[in-house]
């Protein structure tokens, strides 16, 4: 089993930068991919960045050009670099990530964006 944890949310203004972090721990194998996604209250979560194994992203439209998905080999964790933050980026962050086991869930960290 492997658990993640993220880290890095909190309050910023319109136009500000976040990076948060999704540390891995437990049975870890090696890496398969990993993905961020939001849920903001009332809507279902969706999907913001993913990567897998080979390097490859992908990104939801609202945010390319924003967002910057990537990892650390050395440390097990994953990034999501957040520049030019709106406030429809404001929601629970949450990641997904497969090491050898399965896909694993973190508990989430909350990102306001607000004046």
């Known amino acids: 089993q492997v658990q993640l944890v993220e880290s890095g949310g909190g309050l910023v203004q319109p136009g500000g930068s976040l990076r948060l972090s999704c540390a891995a721990s437990?049975?870890?194998?090696?890496?398969?991919?990993a993905g961020w996604f939001r849920q903001a209250p009332g809507e279902q979560r969706e999907l913001v960045a993913t990567?897998?194994?080979?390097?490859?992203?992908n990104y939801a439209e609202s945010v390319k050009g924003r967002f910057t998905i990537s990892r650390d080999n050395t440390l097990n964790t994953v990034y999501l670099e957040m520049n030019n933050l709106e406030p429809e980026d404001a929601a629970t962050y949450y990641c997904?990530?497969?090491?050898?086991?399965?896909?694993?869930w973190g508990p989430g960290t909350q990102v306001t964006v607000s004046s």
């Open positions: 437990g049975n870890i194998f090696r890496f398969f991919y």
């Open positions: 990567l897998t194994i080979g390097n490859k992203t």
């Open positions: 997904n990530a497969d090491y050898g086991t399965g896909g694993s």
